[in-house]
């Protein structure tokens, strides 16, 4: 179920040669929101400063763990070509007004279907990069399933306006260029047992929401297969119970009030 994994392998498959870094948010979707030009990227709670890319392949939105040639190429392009065309169909869908509920194609993607998969897949692959980038171990089932060595989908998907799009849109009408990530969430159980990982992307007014769930305690795989990013999952258990997401910040990342876990 995990696999300790070194800054030098890939995250997906363990190779180690011809190395590169993969985009948090793809690069071809920057260039439709933003264009070419340079742009302010950060956080911008406040808190920490806000930082200047010079343009959408800035190493600003690489993460840190890397994927191998064959694996950015013939085991993850397809699904990035079908995100694409996807992501198309999703705003169109948006901006004719459906609500959440509607804004997944279905009529086109249907279930089990190879294109439906390949949606999936893309998402997969940025769950892998996103634990791979905090330190973790390689999720090896969805690693396996982002490359496509197996139809196994363990990943979960929601479609919905994005919140932060939607507060700053208060703030001023002229507010169009948006993009983002949610980083990495760790869920866990109320009573502390780790449940799974949970992200977000959101380009423009839309957010996908997209997750995996563990069945059963995997804590003793974890605690076998990395030891040092097992005691970080018990870090941000504590440090949940400490100081709880507040309903600003579940609301922001996707998280339905009723879901059960404590991120």
Known sequence: MFEAI???????????SDLTGEHKIKASALRRIFGKDAM???????EREPRLAQGPKSSEF?????????????GTQPADRT????????ARRFDAGLGADDLFPAERYSEGAAETLNIFRYFGKLLVCQVADTGGPRLTAVAQFAVG????????????????????TQISDDFLGFAGHGGLVINHSCG?????????????????VYWVE??????????????????VTRE????????????????????????GERP
């Open 6 to 16: 070194t800054d030098s392998e890939c995250c997906l498959c363990g190779s180690t």
């Open 40 to 46: 302010i990227i950060g956080h911008f709670d406040g």
């Open 62 to 74: 690489h993460f840190g763990a890397k994927l191998c040639g064959t694996c950015n190429a013939s």
């Open 83 to 90: 995100f694409d065309q996807f992501h198309e169909e999703v």
């Open 149 to 168: 060595r197996s139809d196994f989908n363990p990943v979960k998907l929601k479609i919905r306006a994005d919140a932060t799009y939607q507060d700053f």
């Open 192 to 208: 502390g047992v780790l449940s799974g990982f949970h992200s977000t992307l959101s380009l423009g007014p839309i957010q996908y």
């Open 214 to 231: 563990f069945r059963g305690d995997v804590s003793a795989d974890l605690a076998e297969a990395d030891p040092r990013f097992f005691a």
């Open 236 to 259: 941000a258990f504590r440090k949940s119970m400490k100081t709880p997401m507040t309903d600003h910040e579940r609301r922001k990342l996707g998280f339905e009030p009723t879901q």
